[in-house]
């Protein structure tokens, strides 16, 4: 092409036009990618031995019962996230996206309030409605009078129900193990989450896919977890953790027996 056929090429108005459009478009895409959005970016959180300590402090502390001297661990686990009052923005959250140790939420589905200060307020009255809910089971579940044994539970700040499986848990193990002498978890690190209702049914609670990677990365290699969070926990399980799926309380100590003895375990 000639130079005098090219310099018209280029000062044609079809291509003035599509310069413009595409200075248009990167313009809109480089605004983009700083503009908040209103998604939270969570990751693995910290876990805690419900049988031992968190913070220098026992995280149960039981009273009008004789309590058994335990091994193993039973773990809660939790995720992080950022602020509920943070916007990230849209190469904040497309990173985060396609990185398998974080996971891109609406807010609303990680914080019931906007406002920091309430959603700390919401998500600790979540965690003492667990805890009471997470004794209720336990002693219904070994029945035990509440009005002789009395627990309670210390997490420092940790906040929301999902505790609820592994404090009822911690409480069982506490006071009775097996019922045979020995431990529920045979000597093991077990993790896991979900909600308790003080009829012992365990439900769901979200997040699953990165609690199984802050169980795996403190050691657990069995993993409790609502049934319906089944298809979720599959999602990059490390390979060490076996996933355990329970309705109840009492399913989860029958699974746990079950694991000792080497009987039929259920699993995702």
Same mark, same amino acid.
């Given at each position: 092409?000639?130079?005098?056929?090219?310099?018209?090429?280029?000062?044609?108005?079809?291509?003035?036009?599509?310069?413009?459009?595409?200075?248009?478009?990167?313009?809109?895409?480089?605004?983009?990618?700083?503009?908040?959005?209103?998604?939270? +970016?969570?990751?693995?959180?910290?876990?805690?031995?419900?049988?031992?300590?968190?913070?220098?402090?026992?995280?149960?502390?039981?009273?009008?019962?004789?309590?058994?001297?335990?091994?193993?661990?039973?773990?809660?686990?939790? +995720?992080?996230?950022?602020?509920?009052?943070?916007?990230?923005?849209?190469?904040?959250?497309?990173?985060?996206?396609?990185?398998?140790?974080?996971?891109?939420?609406?807010?609303?589905?990680?914080?019931?309030?906007?406002? =920091?200060?309430?959603?700390?307020?919401?998500?600790?009255?979540?965690?003492?409605?667990?805890?009471? &809910?997470?004794?209720?089971?336990?002693?219904?579940?070994?029945?035990?009078?509440? !009005?002789?044994?009395?627990?309670?539970?210390?997490?420092?700040?940790?906040?929301?129900?999902?505790?609820?499986?592994?404090?009822?848990?911690?409480?069982?193990?506490?006071? &009775?193990? !097996?019922?045979?002498?020995?431990?529920?978890?045979?000597?093991?690190?077990?993790?896991?989450?979900?909600?308790?209702?003080?009829?012992?049914?365990?439900?769901?609670?979200?997040?699953?896919?990165?609690?199984?990677?802050?169980?795996?990365? !403190?050691?657990?290699?069995?993993?409790?977890?609502?049934? !319906?969070?089944?298809?979720?926990?599959?999602?990059?399980? =490390?390979?060490?953790?076996?996933?355990? =799926?329970?309705?109840?309380?009492?399913?989860?100590?029958?699974?746990?027996?079950?694991?000792?003895?080497?009987?039929?375990?259920?699993?995702?």
């Amino acid at each position: 092409m000639s130079d005098t056929k090219l310099s018209k090429a280029l000062t044609s108005p079809r291509t003035r036009a599509l310069t413009l459009c595409g200075v248009l478009v990167a313009a809109l895409f480089g605004v983009a990618a700083f503009v908040p959005l209103p998604y939270t +970016i969570t990751w693995p959180g910290l876990t805690a031995d419900t049988l031992g300590s968190y913070e220098d402090k026992p995280v149960l502390t039981i009273t009008g019962a004789p309590l058994r001297t335990t091994e193993g661990e039973l773990r809660m686990v939790t +995720i992080t996230a950022t602020n509920p009052g943070q916007k990230n923005t849209f190469w904040r959250s497309m990173q985060a996206w396609f990185d398998p140790k974080e996971a891109v939420r609406p807010t609303e589905t990680v914080y019931p309030e906007s406002n =920091p200060v309430k959603a700390d307020e919401v998500t600790a009255a979540q965690m003492a409605e667990s805890q009471d &809910a997470a004794t209720a089971a336990a002693l219904n579940y070994l029945r035990l009078s509440p !009005d002789q044994v009395k627990v309670k539970v210390d997490l420092g700040a940790v906040g929301g129900p999902s505790a609820g499986q592994m404090l009822a848990l911690g409480i069982v193990d506490k006071l &009775a193990g !097996d019922g045979k002498g020995g431990d529920l978890t045979g000597g093991l690190t077990v993790a896991g989450t979900g909600t308790i209702e003080a009829d012992g049914t365990v439900g769901p609670v979200g997040g699953v896919p990165l609690k199984t990677q802050a169980a795996a990365r !403190d050691g657990a290699t069995v993993f409790l977890l609502p049934k !319906d969070e089944c298809s979720d926990a599959k999602v990059n399980t =490390p390979k060490s953790l076996r996933l355990v =799926p329970v309705g109840t309380l009492g399913e989860a100590v029958s699974a746990l027996e079950a694991l000792k003895s080497g009987g039929s375990v259920p699993s995702c």
